[in-house]
């Protein structure tokens, strides 16, 4: 599979600050996806990161509080805006279409978990 | 939009015994199926997936069965171990996997050694 690194791990953040969560894949990409689990739940999808235009937004989530970038086939960013406890989760992005995949498999990276206090 | 369900929510079996996850999608264009096992403090990691042309796909001790006239498809997980113990998502997606995946709510599996 590919080799996905996400930064930071984690973080501990104050209320009204921003983070963001850089995602590197050791190999070119069509697809990146950021995703957010929170605490004993399931995975929910934020957007679809575009290279080269703009992300791809999931019902109830918006550019201005969740704005992404992907400048490259390998590299994505995830900014969490004007941060509230509720934000506090894991944030995961994940990858699929690799040229050497036998088909459109898509992996996980390991996961940034962020703590709003 | 996809919708997928997945029971049950716990499940505890005995070391050496099966274990059995459901799930059921309601969009009849989802043609992808992947399995995933989270551990604690790691991202998803896909153990097994199918698609929509074929009924059953093993690797090991690792099996998939998939229903399309139900919508339903299974994990089955035999000769379990302790290191079976995490939790389990299924998703679909349409495109077989060129698309986004929709997530199951998740399986927590416990071994009893």
């Known amino acids: 599979s590919a080799v996905i690194s996400q930064k930071p791990s984690r973080d501990i953040c104050q209320r009204g600050t921003s983070l963001t969560i850089q995602c590197q894949v050791d190999s070119q990409v069509t697809m990146m996806f950021w995703y957010r689990q929170q605490p004993g739940q399931s995975l929910t999808l934020i957007a679809t990161?575009?290279?080269?235009?703009?992300?791809?937004?999931e019902s109830g989530f918006v550019i201005d509080k969740f704005p992404i970038s992907r400048p490259n086939l390998t590299f994505s960013t995830l900014t969490v805006s004007n941060m509230s406890p509720e934000d506090s989760s894991i944030y995961l992005c994940?990858?699929?279409?690799?040229?050497?995949?036998?088909?459109?498999?898509?992996?996980f990276g390991p996961g940034t978990r962020l703590t709003v206090l | 939009g996809e919708n997928v369900e997945q029971h049950p929510s716990t499940l505890s079996v005995q070391e050496g015994d099966s274990a059995v996850i459901k799930c059921t999608y309601s969009?009849?264009?989802?043609?992808?199926f992947p399995w995933y096992k989270q551990e604690l403090g790691k991202g998803p990691q896909l153990i097994i997936d199918i698609r929509s042309n074929v009924g059953e796909k093993k690797d090991q001790r690792i099996a998939v069965t998939l229903n399309k006239t139900a919508k339903h498809f299974s994990l089955h997980i035999t000769e379990t171990q302790p290191e079976d113990s995490a939790v389990y998502f299924c998703?679909?997606?349409?495109?077989?996997?060129?698309?986004?995946?929709?997530f199951g709510t998740g399986t927590r599996l416990t071994i009893i050694p």
């Open positions: 969009d009849s264009a989802s043609n992808y």
């Open positions: 994940s990858v699929g279409g690799m040229n050497w995949a036998a088909h459109n498999e898509q992996f």
């Open positions: 998703a679909a997606s349409s495109n077989f996997g060129n698309e986004k995946l929709t």
């Open positions: 990161a575009n290279q080269g235009s703009e992300a791809t937004y």
